[in-house]
Nanobody, 126 residues
């Protein structure tokens, strides 16, 4: 069973950067579409970004993070990273990565994703 682990969260000041990583023990994520979702206290989970499987490798970003976040895949390291720059307090929340055995990815819903990580906390505050 595919198990995902996120890392890289933490506390950062507004305008700062963090790099989140999603890894799967013993598995390659190459043929999975990978999504990043986040959930802030009292709010619904929202899609942040996703990357299609390596066969296509297209990317999708939520409007709120376009130009600030970048999702990339490192097949050699079996990881998918989310580089987050120019962070804002509104970016705070628990960030989850998820894997979908599919070519294409989407962030409008997490229902198609088969496996989820346990989440990593991101706090943007001065």
């Amino acid at each position: 069973q595919l198990q995902l682990v996120e890392s890289g969260g933490g506390l950062v000041q507004p305008g700062g950067s963090l790099r989140l990583s999603c890894a799967a023990s013993g598995y390659s994520l190459e043929h999975y579409a990978i999504g990043w979702f986040r959930q802030a206290p009292g709010k619904e989970r929202e899609g942040v970004s996703c990357i299609s499987s390596s066969d296509i490798e297209s990317t999708v970003y939520a409007d709120s993070v376009k130009g600030r976040f970048t999702i990339t895949r490192d097949n050699a390291k079996k990881t998918v990273a989310l580089q987050m720059n120019d962070l804002e307090p509104e970016d705070s929340g628990v960030y989850y990565c998820a894997a979908d055995w599919a070519y294409n990815c989407r962030i409008t819903s997490g229902q198609s994703y088969d496996a989820w990580g346990q989440g990593t906390q991101v706090t943007v505050s001065s």
